[in-house]
């Protein structure tokens, strides 16, 4: 079923202001808020482009931490 894979991951956290229709906000398994509609008409394009952009940040923050550490062993 299709509304089963749209949300799948979600957790209903509460309507949104206009307080009728099937509108609402859910929280994502990444920990994102994220309104009904944005379920609906999502890019799947524009989201893959985000998880690389975020990929690369967590790639550039680990060898942030290893360098700190390399250097933290150094000073011992």
């Known amino acids: 079923m299709f509304w089963k894979r749209v949300f799948r991951g979600l957790k209903y956290i509460g309507p949104c202001r206009c307080g009728r229709g099937p509108h609402a906000y859910y929280v994502d398994d990444r920990g994102r808020l994220v ?3 944005e379920l609906y008409y999502n890019d799947l394009d524009a989201y893959l482009e985000e998880l690389i952009r ?3 940040m ?4 680990i060898e942030k931490v290893k360098r700190e550490l390399e250097k933290l062993k150094k000073e011992k």
Not at 58 to 61: A, D, K, S
């Open 58 to 61: 967590l790639e550039e923050e």
């Open 54 to 56: 975020e990929k690369k």
């Open 35 to 37: 309104h009904a509609w």
